[in-house]
């Protein structure tokens, strides 16, 4: 009998499809919501398993920061899931808390502090008499710890295009307090004509940080200024093109 094999399926995927639900759906296992705020001592998640079968899954928290362009997680012990692994029978469902021991990361004028929570499906018993595909999966939940007073802090955000080859790379910096999720980017030239740029996720900018995205349109699309119509943390949002098309 030829062994399984096993799949670990990228939580991108999902993290795209975050975006605009507020269930992430896949297999039997089920995670809501999709994005956490904690303004006080704890939050909570809700898995599921609409499946036949048990499922079993694993909770961690890590610290997320963006250097270099690049998201980066480490492992904190600022907030702890409560309890980190569990087992669901079909039809069930098992809240997590997420609870917030430490203030250790936030400073006073710190309005926001970010982290992810990775749910890793984990193997059962009756997988290893299985033959075939064993697809397994993991979903990215992004989580903020937010501070009193910070209620109307928005993200402020600096738009900039260069030229990378033959297209364009878009520029984004967040000089504020608060995460910016960005999705379905159109770009308004000067004359009124639209170019539409991505119609999903595209991703997220964290506080004080800057993020770069490929983007399929030559430089010129900018080269007469413009601004960008994008949904901004799930609002619809009007942001002016900081600086036009230049060499990298």
């Not at 939580?11 to 956490?36: D, E, K, N, R, W």
């Not at 600096?158 to 960005?182: E, Y």
Request: hydrophobic share 40%; proline share 6%; charged share 15%.
């Amino acid at each position: 009998m030829p062994s399984p094999r096993t799949f670990l399926r990228s939580a991108m995927a999902f993290c795209a499809y975050a975006a605009v639900s507020t269930v992430a759906y896949a297999s039997g296992l089920q995670v809501t919501p999709v994005s956490v705020s904690i303004p006080d001592r704890a939050g909570v998640i809700w898995l599921s398993n609409d499946a036949t079968t048990p499922l079993r899954a694993q909770v961690r928290v890590f610290r997320w920061t963006q250097v270099d362009n690049q998201d980066k997680l480490e492992p904190t012990q600022d907030v702890l899931a409560s309890p980190p692994f569990i087992e669901i029978e079909p039809g069930g469902r098992q809240v997590v808390r997420l609870v917030r021991f430490s203030q250790a990361a936030q400073s006073l004028t710190d309005c926001e502090t970010s982290y992810r929570i990775l749910v890793d499906e984990l193997p059962t018993m009756e997988a290893g008499a299985r033959t075939g595909l064993d697809f397994r999966l993991q979903y990215s939940i992004p989580v903020y710890l937010t501070s009193e007073g910070c209620d109307d802090a928005r993200p402020k955000l600096l738009w900039t295009v260069t030229q990378d080859g033959n297209s364009a790379r878009l520029n984004v910096v967040n000089l504020g307090q608060t995460h910016a999720q960005l999705g379905s980017i159109s770009f308004v030239n000067s004359s009124g004509v639209r170019t539409e740029l991505n119609d999903g996720l595209l991703g997220y900018v964290l506080p004080e940080a800057q993020r770069s995205f490929a983007l399929a349109v030559p430089p010129s699309t900018f080269a007469g200024g413009g601004q960008f119509e994008v949904m901004l943390n799930g609002s619809q949002a009007t942001e002016p093109l900081s600086l036009a098309a230049g060499s990298k």
